[in-house]
């Protein structure tokens, strides 16, 4: 009996051991991280209280919480953010970018409990409209309805964000602009930023002058959702609790700037904080808080097929705004300010077109492209992998 008691606490000596180790390794990383995992920090990274931070945050007519459309723990985040704000003030709605104000009524019917998901989802026609997993926001989605809060549709159509870009706000009738007003000027910051996107596009459109066009496309897209986050605080006294792509939202500029020309200047930023993301980022006014999130776990099941691209509308096609390294993307050729016109012979009109297609892709099959560029029409063929691979 002695000797096995030995070997036990021998065995269990060695276990906890490694389990300390572990432990001592993540409290080190957490030491060395610029915004700790599980906790919320600053703009410049000073940790904050995280009961004063909320407290104030569901008090303001609009919390506005960042996300990457394809991070799950973005998306997690988000509902957890959303359940401690509704711990604190019940009286909530919930914006997202992810719908048209088209499909308001549909919105309203699901937060009545009066859609499936099925019905939902078919309706919003969500793999065109959106065409991002679903799963990453039925959950919030859920939490909405579960607790009988407004969902409010706070996109507009995005051929009119794609006709701005091309023609100019001035060149839209103001019976075509679904409502939207003038926007306010964009702030320098926010310029600056979209510049550097537009940099990575080529001569072709430095040249073309529809920078002026991108911003003016932008800061309209902004206008639209901030129009309905302060709409809604103003007719209900609810707090908005949108969810958004961190691009909008980011240093105060995009919709904190544009509901600060509706009056609304007291809206708080919140932002979710990789544990790669580059401390250098945290620049004292990114956002008004940022939450750390530790190493990401791979996902349990096969993922989907990706191509790895940022797209965004371009004219009669879809605009490569950049490429990840070392993606099926990179390996095709594609680079950014390609504007995709074709996938397996199909006409992609917009982003939903190209996700469509990929994700119908089994492993280790290729898809023949068409792209345009400012030499000609290029046919490129994306090989994507016989086992996928996470990203």
Known sequence: MLPRLMAVLLLSGGLLAG????????????????????GWSDAAARPLNAADLLRRAAASPAVLLGERHDNADHHRWQLHSLAAL???NPDLAVGMEM?????????????AGQLTEAELLRETNWPKV???????YLPILHFARM?????????????????????GWAAVPAGEREGVGDPAPPPAS??????????????????SGSFERFVEAQSVWDRAMAERIAETHRQTGRTVVAILGQGHIEGRDGVPHQLADLGIRNSVVLLPWDEDRPCAELDGRIADAVYGL???????????PRLGVMLEPGPEGVRVRSVTEGSVAAAAGLTAGDLVVAAAGSPVREASDL?????????GTWLPLTVRREQGTAELVAKFPAAPVVE
């Open 19 to 38: 389990l300390g180790d572990k432990a001592a390794a993540q409290a080190a990383q957490a030491k060395n991280a610029c915004v700790p995992p599980g």
């Open 86 to 88: 509704h711990a604190l």
């Open 99 to 111: 719908f048209p104000r088209s499909v308001q009524p549909i919105l309203d019917r699901w937060s």
């Open 130 to 136: 959106w065409g991002y997993d679903a799963r990453f």
């Open 147 to 167: 607790n009988r809060l407004p969902v409010v549709a706070l996109n507009v159509d995005r051929g009119l964000v794609s006709r701005t870009g091309r023609e």
């Open 190 to 207: 926010y310029t600056e930023r979209l510049r550097q996107v537009m940099a990575a596009h080529g001569p072709t459109e430095r040249r």
């Open 294 to 304: 530790g190493e990401s776990e791979a996902p349990a099941e096969t993922p989907r």
């Open 355 to 363: 996700t469509a297609v990929v994700q119908r892709q089994a492993p």
